[in-house]
């Protein structure tokens, strides 16, 4: 029997089109959350929990409270990116899109949402929470410290994201590190300004801010015996002084992203860039004043989820595809894999996808029924296996 009726896809359809068109920023979700908690109602869950950890919205489901509680998470923020897609469903608001798919994962947990409710499950509670905040980092770690989270206390939680270059549909899984740790550096630096005329009355940082450049993103091949796995830094920014010609600068800022597969990693690569950086600034007696901003944990898959999301896909006939290396990007899924056994997994948005967070991108409907399918057999699943 199918899980949803063809007039819900309709609805789901419509609805994460709607969200297309209606995209907010990281932390503004206020109109998506709204909309969600509307649509969710009609499925009659036990219990709704609005304003978590900003505007997450979660959906409990009681079936038979012996059973374990599993958390499934949809992120449902936009981001800063000019759509150029000139489709009827394309973004109302300037300069804000969904490109990355975050409008059909929310999609998806509302259509579990539906299928839950044409197919009650016999045991356990489910949690489908409608996460925000996910691409700054923020949303995640939120969620987790607001007082109301632990009304929801999950056992296990999973989830999934959308993934070009990969057959639509198909099911991208990987046990343990699935997606890299990163971590935002700021670094500012004050030496003195001066004449342009007289630099050597002024201290410029340029030497310092050009050496650090370099320096950074060849730490980790420098020390690559102190690292267990992949190691990246990539400056992202890099400002000195203003612009006035007659004036020696005398600040500068730079900021990198340091990537990483394993957590232990991170903390090593993040130590080592530190000391790098003061000892540059000491070399050139120069102030510092080191940030850290965008933590996300890396993603580590648990074993037996990772099984029964497996066998589920198998029986339902989907494409597997079981990848070896974890992916560059980063998810804040991670700071649930690192609380809980939980299972961040892929799916295929076809090959000839444009990229996530490309300009042109666009959710593929065709795998909305899919994700949900998956979804509500491996919940059935994993509320019938013991806590
Ligand atoms: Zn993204
Ligand atoms: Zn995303």
Redesign the pocket.
């Known amino acids: 029997m199918e899980l949803l009726t063809s007039q819900q896809l309709k609805e789901l359809l419509a609805l994460r089109k709607w969200l297309h068109q209606n995209p907010e920023l990281s932390g503004n979700e206020q109109q998506t959350s709204r909309k969600l908690e509307d649509f969710i109602q009609q499925t009659q869950p036990h219990k709704v929990i609005t304003g978590l950890g900003g505007h997450g919205v979660a959906a409990v489901y009681v079936y038979d409270e012996q059973g374990p509680t599993i958390l499934v998470r949809a992120?449902m923020d936009a981001l800063p990116i000019e759509e150029v897609n000139t489709f009827a469903h394309k973004s109302e608001n300037d300069g804000v899109s969904h490109k990355?798919?975050?409008d059909g994962?929310s999609a998806i947990l509302a259509g579990l949402a539906l299928a839950l409710k044409n197919k009650p499950l016999s045991a356990g509670r489910v949690v489908l929470l409608f996460q925000p905040e996910?691409?700054t980092g923020q949303g995640a770690a939120k969620v987790i410290a607001d007082e109301a989270f632990k009304m929801i206390q999950p056992d296990k939680a999973i989830a999934l994201?959308n993934l070009p270059g990969f057959s639509k549909a198909a099911i991208v899984l990987k046990e343990g590190p699935f997606a890299a740790a990163s971590t935002g550096m700021i670094v500012e630096i004050k030496g003195a300004s001066s004449h342009a005329a007289n630099p050597e009355q002024g201290n410029s940082p340029y030497k310092m801010l050009a050496e650090a450049m370099l320096q950074l993103t060849e730490l980790p091949e420098k020390k690559k015996d102190i690292f267990k796995d992949f190691c990246l830094v990539t400056i992202i920014h890099a400002k000195l002084g203003e612009v006035a010609f007659g004036t020696n600068p005398g600040k500068a800022i730079l900021m990198a992203t340091l990537r990483t597969f394993l957590n232990e990693d991170m903390d090593k690569l993040k130590k080592k860039a530190e000391i790098l950086v003061k000892t540059l600034a000491e070399e050139n007696k120069l102030k510092i004043d080191i940030s850290w901003t965008e933590e996300f944990p890396a993603t580590i898959n648990d074993k037996e989820i990772t099984e029964v999301i497996r066998n589920v896909s198998e029986d339902l006939g989907e494409e597997i595809i079981e990848i070896e290396e974890p992916f560059r990007w980063s998810?804040d899924f991670g700071h649930f894999t690192s609380r809980f056994p939980a299972v961040l997994f892929g799916i295929g948005s076809g090959k000839d996808s444009p990229g996530?967070h490309n300009h042109d991108y666009d959710f593929p409907d065709e795998i909305l029924p899919h994700a949900v399918q998956v979804f509500y057999h491996t919940l059935k699943k994993l509320t019938t296996n013991k806590k």
Do not use: K, R, V
Request: charged content about 40%; overall charge negative.
């Open positions: 992120d990355c798919g975050h994962h996910e691409e994201h998810e996530l």
